[in-house]
């Protein structure tokens, strides 16, 4: 079991940035391949970016690629996601997920351990 609580989130202009946290309880987070996601209001949840276990491994959606960085500390349980250059159509609401598997995977229906999200918002 993994239990996933996101942080960070809250208003911002475009142009500016925030870092999300996710963090992580359970003795296997650095076994989890991680990920985030978000779903704007009328929206289906859509995929941003995954982490692979060990870090060493990232991909992100075309829209985020070049302006958002996913990273992990699995000494602390945390998964970060570093969003700069922020637009309008970023505001959504964020959800970290966690998958028991060694492959990336963008899917949301992958991830079995999800966080409650957090509101991001960015003004135009």
């Known amino acids: 079991q993994v239990q996933l609580v996101e942080s960070g989130g809250g208003l911002v202009q475009a142009g500016g940035s925030l870092r999300l946290s996710c963090a992580a309880s359970?003795?296997?987070?650095?076994?989890?391949?991680m990920a985030w996601f978000r779903q704007a209001p009328g929206k289906e949840r859509e995929f941003v970016a995954v982490i692979s276990w060990h870090g060493g491994r990232t991909y992100y959606a075309d829209s985020v690629k070049g302006r958002f960085a996913i990273s992990r500390d699995n000494a602390k349980n945390t998964v970060y996601l570093q969003m700069n250059s922020l637009k309008p159509d970023d505001t959504a609401v964020y959800y970290c997920?966690?998958?028991?598997?060694?492959?990336?995977?963008?899917?949301?229906?992958?991830?079995?351990?999800w966080g409650q999200g957090i509101q991001v918002t960015v003004s135009s």
């Open positions: 997920a966690a998958a028991n598997t060694l492959t990336l995977r963008t899917s949301a229906k992958e991830y079995a351990y």
């Open positions: 359970g003795r296997t987070f650095s076994t989890y391949v």
